[in-house]
């Protein structure tokens, strides 16, 4: 069976392998299971325990650590490992890929996945990169969940002259996982990401950090007293170390230039605290609501209070 | 009925009066009607059409416009308006105030509440400012609901002198609606809130005009491509601008001085960015993970996904 021989009314794969089981591979894992999306899933991670562990919760079908096996004959594969690695995954899997293959990502950081896995895929094989914006503040094997996509976007890039049945069938698959899909460059998609998701991480990073080194005021009291609107910003700064650091490593232009931004204008608020200078306060305070309706308006978030919220999935 | 005629055994007050019917004054009074803390509910705000509102929904017993008239014969008076508006409301409720009424507050400062109230308050009535660390976005009487202080703290801010007796019924009261209660002085409560409530609530209100001023993304883009991260901010920069102008103008050392240090630390991040220096980056990710455990054991957060969140209360 080769790519090509999926209708449009079936969408899925016959044999797709996930390079990489965390947080995002077991979902999409479970959401092609879920949704019938592959007659075999194979799964390869880096560590045996990894592994071990997708097979006791029954992610896939085959499991190999050797990733060279794992591409053997797959119509597509999906790599959800750290940016910083991506380059390395591709250059292993690159010798094995089947003619007509399509292969994807899920990284956060487009442009330089791009730059560091396309010189090792071969000319047979489909690049097709992806992002599904989306994801919790865990990690690993067991935090996946099928619903995960649902309705959240997906951004593709591929490159220019990718073949479009290739993407087409790349799309199909991320609606059936729930999606919506939307194409892009990977240079936007980096500047977009990183005003509404890199640099939210980062200063929840820094706000956390500021806190924890402070010596008026205790870790405890920031911990017990964290419900003013702290606790939020608590839980971002709760997601994955190596997945962060490897993002802002590797989207340094674009997170410089909007970091440069947020600076600039929170001198603008500090001045404006400093001199009492309400009308700025309120001005800015008041801007702000017309994007907050717009989120509510397309069902990207729920008006309802957070406070004591019951998920959907524990 | 005097104040102190109270039983330990059934915290609450013959006649409470609520000055301020928004978010936390029509909560207090939903959880006070719902746990029997009250024999009566008198309610008064500024505008006719709130006062009207706050009837529609049956939040009290006796309604009026007369700040005057609302105070006379209650044993505990709660001012719950916005905190540059704290000394104009106790000047107007000073004459009418009851000898040995409990007179309190539940604004987000603290030292600049009391430096605004206390002169205006009579000798024969005790003051116990408090704060309810526990809030949602949205204001006005229909916001509220009688669960909103459950398992967050109280802060009390007795002057030095305070009658022992007046803070004990109060803090009956609180956790009588479900909070836990802490007191201490409203300087320290100030740098304390300044880091756990206000800064956050700066940067947020930052990052999402910084997101609407840019040209390079679309609003639009922004507000599609929220679920990354950035969303979360949207939430809480779509809080009040009058309650938070007046935060920011009443609490302007602390603010100032944990906004320096939140922007100190953010160069070091900055320049890790810059330098690629991923050792910086992944220490800085790894520490703050410490706060958020705590804030998860305590209970004041739950670790499940956020994403898809079902409230407790709609
Ligand atoms: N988390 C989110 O919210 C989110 C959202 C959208 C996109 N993404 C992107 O999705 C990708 C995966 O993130 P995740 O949240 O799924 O991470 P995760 O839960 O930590 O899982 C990471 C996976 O990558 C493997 N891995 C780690 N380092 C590796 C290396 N050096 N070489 C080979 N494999 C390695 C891990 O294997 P072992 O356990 O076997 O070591 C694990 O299977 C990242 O590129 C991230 O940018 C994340
Ligand atoms: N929101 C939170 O998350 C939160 C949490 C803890 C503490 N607080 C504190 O609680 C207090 C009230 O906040 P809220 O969220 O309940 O606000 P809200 O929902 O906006 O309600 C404010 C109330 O104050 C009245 N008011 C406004 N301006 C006034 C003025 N100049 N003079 C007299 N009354 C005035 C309003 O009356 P009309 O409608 O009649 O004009 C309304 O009844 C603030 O001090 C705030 O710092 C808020």
């Excluded at 880096?46 to 079908?61: C, K, N, W």
């Excluded at 990502?105 to 989306?134: E, R, T, Y």
């Excluded at 609107?229 to 170390?241: C, H, K, M, W």
């Excluded at 306060?281 to 919220?309: C, K, S, V, Y």
Aim: glycine share 10%.
């Amino acid at each position: 069976m080769t790519a090509t021989e999926a209708t449009p009314e079936r969408p899925g794969f016959h044999r797709l392998t996930l390079i990489g089981i965390g947080l995002i591979g077991s979902s999409i894992a479970r959401g092609a299971r879920a949704r019938g999306l592959a007659d075999e899933i194979v799964i390869s991670t880096r560590r045996p325990e990894t592994l071990e562990r997708a097979r006791e919760l029954g992610l896939g079908d085959v499991y190999t650590l050797d990733p060279l096996e794992a591409v053997a004959g797959a119509d597509c594969v999906i790599v959800s490992v750290p940016v910083g690695s991506s380059g390395a995954v591709a250059e292993m899997i690159g010798p094995g890929l089947a003619a007509g293959a399509i292969v994807s990502d899920v990284g956060s950081v487009k442009a330089d996945v791009v730059a560091q896995m396309a010189p090792h895929l071969p000319d047979h094989v489909h690049f097709v990169p992806a992002h599904p914006v989306a994801g919790t503040e865990h990690s690993g094997p067991d935090a996946g969940f099928a619903e995960l996509f649902d309705n959240k976007w997906c951004i593709l890039t591929p490159p220019p002259g990718t073949d479009p049945e290739a993407v087409a069938r790349l799309s199909a698959f991320w609606r059936a996982l729930g999606s919506k899909v939307e194409t892009m460059t990977p240079e936007h998609h980096d500047m977009v990401l990183a005003i509404t998701s890199h640099i939210p991480h980062l200063i929840a990073y820094n706000i956390v950090g500021t806190a924890a080194d402070l010596e008026t005021v205790t870790e405890s009291e920031v911990i017990k007293f964290s419900a003013g609107g702290f606790r939020d910003f608590t839980r971002i700064a709760a997601s994955d170390p190596t997945m962060w650091r490897d993002v802002f490593l590797h989207n340094r232009p674009a997170v410089l230039e909007m970091l440069g931004r947020f600076i600039e204008d929170l001198f603008v608020l500090q001045r404006a605290v400093r001199f009492g200078d309400g009308e700025t306060l309120f001005r800015q305070f008041t801007e702000t609501r017309a994007i907050r309706r717009g989120i509510l308006d397309i069902g990207q978030d729920t008006a309802a209070p957070d406070f004591g919220r019951t998920p959907k999935k524990g």
